[in-house]
């Protein structure tokens, strides 16, 4: 096991965070049998009680689970001179197989992470927990993956070995190749862009027209979200070539590198936070008509399309940029 304090923050985190989502589990299952908010019992006077703390609590943790997925790709490509054919956090992540799952599940427990948190920030609008059976159930829902994840994120570290000889990006990603990443990188150019231009105006578009007139709320939702995949595969496709200037070159992670100057963060960030801000809108549609949230559902979710709108919008600018102002033409 390479162990450095990226890694043991990431895998006592993760621990730590998994322990604490099983308390909350727990305390959701509690919540769903249990609450009565116009019971006056010892037992409802407890959950009340509780919920706070565990509230609190899964905000920090699930705002961990958010940046830790930056923090992971960070560590992986910081770990990659020590294997013999890494150049970057590719290399890192095909040394181990649990690399690439561990990748996925960080990237979808931080887009559930985030819709869980706008689920939560809603509920304490409200003098009567609204949504406080909604929330939990879908903590049930979030939970075995984050759990999944911080088990495989330690084997994944546990089994790196230094005298692994691994594959590069360029063969990861590259048209000769197999696998998903050969796949995205022999995406024509046109087809790659033009789609991604398509989801981006429209989600833009859709959340333009929700902030003018109150409806749109699930197109937002549904091309925000789409932008995500898209977008990434855009980036493996047609974008990360024109920053390398090398049409060979298609590896999402060189662009986190400083000789790129850390483009990826930003662009990853940007994309991250608008595409999850977007499905918020969608998220909180149905609780429009809750007495209790009437005024704050609509503006949450006018705040969530200005993130949509600025998080897209970052993200098109920037891959419009590195397009125009980057010497290689295709």
């Known amino acids: 096991m390479i162990v450095n304090p990226a890694v043991i923050a990431l895998v006592g985190g993760s621990a730590?965070?998994?322990?604490?989502l099983l308390?909350?589990?727990?305390?959701?299952?509690a919540v769903l049998r249990g609450w009565d908010l116009g019971s006056g019992s010892q037992r409802q006077l407890e959950l009340e009680r509780r919920t706070y703390l565990v509230s609190t609590l899964l905000g920090f943790t699930l705002a961990f689970e958010l940046l830790s997925l930056f923090l992971f790709v960070f560590t992986a490509d910081a770990l990659a001179p020590q294997f013999t054919g890494a150049m970057c956090a590719a290399g890192s992540l095909q040394a181990s197989p649990y690399g690439y799952p561990v990748l996925l599940l960080k990237l979808l427990d931080a887009v559930l992470a985030g819709l869980w948190l706008i689920l939560d920030h809603a509920d304490k609008q409200g003098y009567d927990y609204p949504l406080i059976r909604v929330k939990y159930a879908a903590l049930l829902l979030l939970a075995p993956p984050a759990l999944v994840?911080?088990?495989?994120?330690?084997?994944?570290?546990?089994?790196?070995?230094?005298?692994?000889?691994?594959?590069?990006?360029?063969?990861?990603?590259?048209?000769?190749?197999?696998?998903?990443?050969?796949?995205?990188?022999?995406?024509?150019p046109a087809l790659a862009g033009g789609g991604?231009?398509?989801?981006?105006?429209?989600?833009?578009?859709?959340?333009?027209?929700?902030?003018r007139t109150g409806r749109g709320a699930?197109?937002?939702?549904?091309?925000s979200a789409a932008a995500l995949p898209v977008a990434l595969a855009a980036v493996v496709g047609v974008i990360s070539p024109y920053v390398y200037e090398l049409p060979t070159h298609h590896c999402p992670f060189c662009l986190l590198q400083r000789e790129y100057h850390h483009l990826g963060?930003?662009?990853?960030?940007?994309?991250?936070?608008?595409?999850?801000?977007?499905?918020?809108?969608?998220?909180?549609?149905?609780?429009?008509?809750?007495?209790?949230?009437?005024?704050?559902?609509?503006?949450l979710q006018r705040r969530l399309a200005r993130l949509a709108l600025a998080g897209l919008g970052v993200f098109g600018a920037l891959s419009a940029f590195v397009v125009l102002a980057s010497g290689l033409r295709m």
């Open 149 to 188: 994840e911080a088990g495989l994120q330690a084997a994944y570290f546990a089994g790196l070995r230094p005298e692994v000889i691994t594959s590069c990006c360029g063969s990861l990603f590259g048209e000769g190749g197999r696998g998903l990443g050969a796949d995205l990188a022999s995406l024509p």
């Open 16 to 20: 730590a965070g998994g322990a604490l």
């Open 196 to 211: 991604l231009a398509a989801v981006l105006l429209l989600a833009l578009g859709s959340a333009l027209v929700f902030l």
């Open 23 to 29: 308390v909350a589990a727990a305390h959701g299952v």
């Open 218 to 223: 699930l197109a937002t939702g549904l091309l």
């Open 265 to 299: 963060y930003p662009l990853y960030a940007a994309l991250l936070l608008g595409s999850v801000a977007g499905a918020g809108v969608a998220l909180l549609a149905p609780f429009r008509a809750t007495p209790s949230l009437a005024e704050a559902v609509p503006a």
